[in-house]
């Protein structure tokens, strides 16, 4: 080895070391970046929408369960939304301005919400982009097919809608005191009911000849 070569050798060394040293300290591959949670003040709240019926919870006090999926990573969340609202989880913001659900006495059941999807749309040259909005309207449930959120990257659902509805919460109550009270009368029944005695023959009756 000539002596330049030998030269440059130590300082090559200490290059790498340094390098490994900086690998070392950073933990590997880096941190990937938080999603933004933070809604732009002009999207922050969902218009209102009539509610479709006036009895119950009241609409401001319910709380809805909207699913959201990324199909890109496959993740998927809940998201727990009163009417007015809006939720942001990275480019999508879904805003809930109703939900409802029928009746316990109404057949088929069903449970519906209002909501809408803006996802932000990134230009390929810099820029902060722009928020479209790729869905407006009601999502029930039961009934999916009747309104999808159609997009290659996202997609929604409603959940849950949680309310109540006048006497809902006494009638389960009322339901099992009636179960219980008909249990305790069939399992009294068998020992208030008299012995039965026990069956005997009718005596033969009398033949013509001994009577005579």
């Known amino acids: 080895m000539s002596p330049r070569a030998a030269g440059r050798l130590p300082g090559r060394l200490g290059v790498a070391a340094a390098l490994l040293l900086v690998v070392g300290c950073g933990g590997g591959a880096p941190e990937r970046e938080a999603e933004a949670t933070d809604v732009p003040s002009d999207l922050a709240s969902a218009p209102p929408v009539a509610s479709a019926s006036g009895i119950g919870t009241p609409l401001a006090e319910r709380v809805a369960t909207i699913g959201l999926l990324n199909k890109r990573n496959n993740i998927s969340r ?3 939304m009163k009417p007015g609202e809006a939720r942001r989880v990275g480019d999508v913001i879904v805003r809930l301005s109703a939900c409802e659900r029928t009746a316990p006495w109404e057949n088929p059941p069903e449970t519906g919400a209002f909501v809408q999807v803006l996802v932000l749309d990134r230009p ?9 909005r790729i869905f407006s309207g009601w999502l029930f449930k039961n009934s999916p097919s009747l309104n999808v959120v159609e997009h290659p990257i996202y997609d929604v659902w409603v959940k849950d809608c949680a309310m109540s509805f006048p006497g809902e919460e006494a ?4 339901s099992a005191s009636r179960l219980s009270n ?4 069939a399992a009294a029944a068998p020992s208030d009911a008299p012995a039965s005695a026990p069956s005997t023959a009718p005596a ?3 033949s013509a000849s001994s009577a005579r």
């Open 204 to 206: 033969p009756a009398a």
């Open 78 to 80: 809940d998201l727990e």
């Open 171 to 174: 009638r389960p109550a009322a």
């Open 124 to 132: 390929s040259a810099g820029g902060e982009g722009q928020w479209q």
């Open 182 to 185: 008909a249990a305790a009368s």
